[in-house]
């Protein structure tokens, strides 16, 4: 085959062609001309394209959308003139080079710009890095959390011993004292107000965890429910501080007293210990015993705030005496009630309580005089400190004094008057409340004085003010009738108390006898004992109404004893075949008694022939007379039909008892008596 | 009206014993579980491998003390609500009250029996001693 040869036609292009066909042709391209349209002809875009994978260059995509762009405006954008393209293309070739050129300069000068080397792709790390880094990130946390195991278990385990147990203790506490819980703290309340108490004084207590394990020795069988042991209290509490120690209420009844105020006596250094347990400072104290005493330290102030607030009240002719905690109250004239407040701090420093002093107070069994004084004193009950064996020599002599019946009657009273004053539950809506007795009123139909009773109340120091009275009282009586039995030989005088008592009324029976003539004669009397008075009822039921005075007393049994002996001789009479003649309880004839009557008897032997005169009188003493009439012989006649009328007694003849055999006048009697008769 | 204030804030305490209750035991949860995902390897992380390790440990770290925490504020939830329960609960005090108040009461009347026995004795024996000291010549001596 031969090549056919494509070559361009060397005419010239037809320009224009006329209508009769003629051709216009172009003129032929000048080399100029020719140039240019060659130059028009290259194709910048591939260069373009081609650089691209140059730095700096453009990426492809954006070169395809400059290309696109041209071609978009290749149409509407014609060259002004030819060589516009090839200018604009070296133009930026400059352009870059000068750029390239700046960029070169910089990195060269190291200034602003570092060439540094692609990093190559990091090889894949070593997995057995990161798997040891976790283990040990996790053995950590493990670790952790093993810690915080075990110290949940050992606290737990602490918490598992029962002695230590907060809870465990708290519930005990609970279940005794009253606990509330303010913000974060647990306070409890050692007040009375919930039995009618309204004693305005700081009596919460602090309940909190003890950190320390202390030992405690205290027996806990004061707590119900619990054994003595030693233990261990993870509970602490705190009391305010004018709560702590010990306190109690003395009573006793003193005589006489100029130096009533200022006979004062530190409280003896033994008390202030008495309480607490040996060996054993305050803080380590058992809770509970620390509550009671504190408790007991709070009722003993309420008591006495009481009784001041009553003595100051009180309207009597000597009214009651209140100094500093002293309250001294005049009972019988000369004889005073002594109520003292003894308050011992733990701390020493702080100890101000102070005693009257007890040297002129007298024991029970120590009253060596009529209308001396008796003493009682009180202690504390809910701490019986009196037992303990470590008491100074002070102590053990107060610790004679008492005998705790005032002070049980005082705390009876207290604890019968805070029950009396507690309202009764009624609505809230109701105006008033009426006292129980009132409401039942009507329907039992009381009269004046009972309605009188519900709203007149007895204060504690007038209650105790009278049984302090009675009790003295009874144990002057007690004593008046003890010295004259031992006085008294013939007769004798037996007194039986009767043990069926009421604090303020006590009651004893007199029996005034003959040794050996029991079953002849008997003289019963009995005395009531009232606060300030006596009672007594006498054989014949006469009642008399004595004064607190013992001479009253005792004039009363001395005359009751002359009457005694010649009721005795009147009735051993009868057993001995007398008569008698004249008996006369008063008698008004002979030598006056500085108190009292004599009383007398006269009587005649069975044979009539002999009389017997026995004058009896309070102060005197017995007497005896003898009289016989002068004739032993007798004759019947018709006006005088027997012996005995007709021999009247002549002189009588006093006889002396003191030298006649016999133990007692009734013997001394009897042998008179049988000797008389055997003269006939 | 004070009644119902103290039941409205008792209310609202059980409610917060509750809700401590959950939180805790929902922290100790959710921690245990973000420690368990922590120790899974990642293989792509933004930042760099050592300090991830770091942050890992110390996260782990402070997630089990969270727990810890949780379990120790559970403790503390027993505790306050056992204190609760303790100061609260009123039948269990009042039937505290009633046995010990019959306890005393019980007691009481032992007692007063055993004194009225006593009494009883001392007065039949008193009234001999009576007798017989009154009737004796050694009053003096005796006193």
């Known amino acids: 085959m031969t090549d056919i040869r494509l070559e361009v036609a060397s005419e010239n292009a037809i320009s ?29 875009s591939a260069v373009e394209n081609g650089g691209s994978d140059e730095p700096g260059g453009k990426t492809g995509e954006d070169a395809e ?21 090839v200018r604009n293309k070296i133009r930026n070739a400059h352009t870059e080079i000068c750029v390239l050129h700046d960029l070169l300069q910089m990195v060269k000068e190291k200034k602003y710009l570092v060439l540094d080397l692609v990093q190559t792709p990091q090889p894949q790390p070593k997995l057995y890095i990161q798997f040891l880094s976790l283990k040990k990130s996790l053995s950590n946390a493990s670790g ?16 598992a011993r029962p002695s230590s147990d907060f809870h465990l203790d708290l519930l005990r506490l609970r279940k005794n004292w009253k606990l509330k819980k303010v913000a974060a703290n647990i306070v409890g309340d050692l007040s009375y107000s919930a039995v009618g108490s309204n004693f305005k004084h700081n009596s919460f207590f602090e309940v909190t965890k003890s950190d320390d394990d202390v030992t405690l020795t205290t027996p806990l069988s004061a707590l119900p429910g619990s054994s003595p042991s030693i233990g261990r209290s993870s509970l602490r509490v705190t009391v305010p501080p004018e709560l702590e120690g010990s306190a109690y209420i003395f009573v006793c009844i003193r005589k006489d007293e100029e130096d009533l105020c200022s006979a004062q006596l530190n409280m003896l250094d033994g008390l202030a210990t008495l309480n607490a347990q040996p060996n054993m400072s305050p803080s380590t104290e058992h809770w509970q015993q620390k509550l009671e005493n504190a408790q007991n330290v709070l009722f003993c102030k309420e008591l006495f705030s009481q009784l001041a607030r009553e003595a100051v009240a009180l309207r009597m002719d000597i009214p009651p005496l209140v100094v500093a905690n002293q309250i001294a109250a005049t009972i019988f004239p000369g004889i005073h009630l002594l109520i003292a407040l003894c308050h011992s701090h733990p701390d020493s420093s702080r100890s101000r309580s102070s005693l009257t002093a007890p040297h002129n107070v007298l024991s029970n069994g120590t009253i060596n005089e009529l209308g001396s004084s008796s003493t009682t004193a009180s202690s504390n009950t809910s701490t019986d400190h009196h037992s303990s064996s470590s008491l100074g020599g002070g102590v053990s002599s107060l610790k004679n004094l008492h005998d705790k019946v005032l002070e049980h009657s005082l705390h009876q009273l207290f604890h019968s008057y805070l029950k009396s004053s507690s309202p009764m539950p009624h609505p809230v809506y109701a105006p008033l409340h009426a006292h129980p007795t009132r409401r039942v009123a009507g329907p039992q139909g009381l009269d004046r004085q009972q309605l009188m009773q519900t709203v007149t109340h007895e204060t504690l120091l007038e209650q105790i003010i009278k049984e302090a009275q ?29 043990l069926f008592n009421s604090p303020t009324q006590s009651c004893v029976r007199i029996n005034i006898v003959t040794q050996g003539f029991d079953s002849v004669i008997r003289t019963t009397l009995v005395v009531q004992v009232f606060e300030r008075s006596l009672r007594c009822v006498c054989r014949d039921g006469r009642v008399m109404t004595l004064s ?20 005795a001789v009147q009735s051993f009479s009868k057993l001995m075949g007398w008569t008698v003649n004249c008996s006369e309880p008063c008698l008004g004839v002979g030598s006056a008694e500085p108190l009292g009557s004599a009383s007398a008897v006269v009587l005649t032997s069975p044979a009539g022939n002999k009389q017997i005169l026995v004058r009896s009188g309070p102060c005197t003493g017995v007497s005896v007379s003898v009289a016989a009439a002068p004739r032993n012989d007798f004759y019947p006649s018709a006006v005088v039909h027997e012996r005995r009328w007709d021999q009247l007694p002549g002189a009588w003849q006093e006889v002396r008892l003191d030298s006649m055999e016999g133990r007692n006048f009734l013997a001394k009697i009897e042998l008179l008596m049988a000797a008389l008769t055997a003269q006939n | 009206m004070s009644g119902s204030k103290q039941t409205q804030s008792k209310e609202a305490l059980l409610k917060s014993y509750n809700k401590r209750l959950k939180d805790d035991v929902k922290s100790i949860l959710d921690n245990f579980l973000e420690i368990v995902k922590l120790g899974q390897v990642e293989d792509e992380t933004q930042v760099d491998r050592i300090t991830h390790l770091e942050e890992v440990h110390f996260q782990m770290s402070v997630r089990s003390h969270n727990m810890v925490r949780a379990a120790e504020s559970l403790l503390k939830l027993v505790s306050d609500v056992k204190q609760y329960l303790i100061l609260n609960d009123f039948p ?9 108040s019959q306890m005393a009461r019980n007691r009481c009347q032992q007692v007063d029996q055993k004194l009225i026995a006593l009494r009883d ?7 001999e001693l009576e007798e017989d000291y009154y009737s004796s010549i050694f009053k003096d001596s005796a006193k």
């Open chain 1, 65 to 85: 959308s400059m290309e696109d762009d041209e071609e978009e405006e290749k149409p509407c954008q014609q060259p002004h003139w030819p060589l516009e393209s």
């Open chain 1, 16 to 44: 224009e062609i006329h209508y009769d066909g003629h051709e216009v042709r172009q003129p032929p391209l000048s080399m100029s001309e020719q140039l240019s349209q060659f130059a028009r002809r290259i194709d910048f």
């Open chain 1, 548 to 567: 607190f005075e013992p001479q009253e007393l005792l004039n009363l049994l001395r005359c009751q004893v002359a009457q005694h002996q010649t009721a």
């Open chain 1, 470 to 498: 009675h009790n003295f009282l009874r144990l002057r009586t007690m004593f008046v009738i003890d010295q004259l039995a031992k006085e008294l030989k013939d007769p004798l005088i037996f007194s039986h108390w009767n």
């Open chain 1, 144 to 159: 952790i959390l093993m810690q915080g195991a075990e110290r949940i278990r050992s606290s737990q385990s602490s918490i």
């Open chain 2, 121 to 127: 004795d001392i007065a039949a024996d008193l009234y």
């Open chain 2, 92 to 100: 269990s005090v009042n039937e505290a009250i009633t046995l010990n």
